[in-house]
């Protein structure tokens, strides 16, 4: 589904070309599925994001829920596809981000394990396509 009705920042996570450590940057994502398995992101081919999942196509996507006692959602996965697009003289990538292991801890929606310090984690078993299966 489209969703730029509905706008909310995530922060993409790569790794550094160098193996050095990790880059973070704050996209907006132009598509999401509604069970969270699949992104749309957009930004220009010349970006060092681009660069780093060329290199490596592992990444993260962090949400994090600033309401109240706070909460956030991360979903690990790769880039599957980095797709150019062209409108006129501007010239732009999609990353298509496939999603494979989910972790959320939410005060605000008890979205916790029972002793509330413990995540829950949601992992993809078999295909992409596959249903999220409760693993923690």
């Not at 995530?10 to 999401?32: K, M, N, W």
């Amino acid at each position: 589904h489209d969703r730029t009705d509905f706008v909310h920042p995530v922060t993409l996570i790569t790794a550094d070309p160098d193996g050095f450590a990790f880059s973070a940057r704050v996209v907006v994502p132009r598509e999401i599925s509604d069970d969270l398995s699949y992104f749309r992101l957009n930004t220009r081919p010349e970006t060092r994001k681009v660069a780093e999942i060329q290199k490596d196509a592992r990444c993260s996507l962090m949400y994090w829920d600033q309401r109240g006692k706070q909460g956030w959602l991360t979903l690990k996965g790769s880039v599957t596809k980095v797709e150019s697009q062209h409108q006129g003289n501007n010239r732009s990538v999609d990353l298509h981000f496939s999603a494979q292991k989910l972790e959320v801890m939410n005060y605000n929606e008890a979205l916790r394990q029972e002793d509330g310090w413990v995540p829950i984690v949601l992992q993809r078993v078999g295909s992409p396509k596959s249903a999220w299966q409760r693993v923690m």
